[in-house]
Nanobody, 123 residues
Framework: QVQLVESGGGLVQAGGSLRLSCAAS????????MGWFRQASGKEREFVIA????????YDTPSVKGRFTISRDNAKNTVYLQMNNLKPEDTANYYC????????????????WGQGTQVTVSS
């Protein structure tokens, strides 16, 4: 029953940084595997990164490794996606998602989704 609301998207120049926020209500982010997905225009939705319920383990796709970081602020009931060294190919609508079960692979299904926030990277 958790509701997720993303914010922080926008237009940024290549090489720049952006932090997306995912505010949760109706549930606590610490009880879910939290993840970020993205979908570029005309492309399939892609898994980006996820964090375990404990916050001790993260999983990401190779294309963002070393550049993107996911974190939780349990006091604020919010999950963040820190995006550094952004590239034009990162341009997409980014979605926050919550999974009830443990994370086993990038193909794991997520149960709750936010509305998305657009990130556009220009050169």
């Amino acid at each position: 029953q958790v509701q997720l609301v993303e914010s922080g998207g926008g237009l940024v120049q290549a090489g720049g940084s952006l932090r997306l926020s995912c505010a949760a209500s109706g549930g606590t982010v610490s009880t879910y595997v939290m993840g970020w997905f993205r979908q570029a225009s005309g492309k399939e939705r892609e898994f980006v990164i996820a964090i375990s319920r404990s916050g001790g383990t993260t999983y990401d796709t190779p294309s963002v490794k070393g550049r993107f970081t996911i974190s939780r602020d349990n006091a604020k009931n919010t999950v963040y996606l820190q995006m550094n060294n952004l590239k034009p190919e990162d341009t997409a609508n980014y979605y926050c998602a919550a999974r009830v079960g443990y994370f086993y692979s990038s193909g794991a299904t997520f149960d709750y989704w936010g509305q998305g926030t657009q990130v556009t990277v220009s050169s």
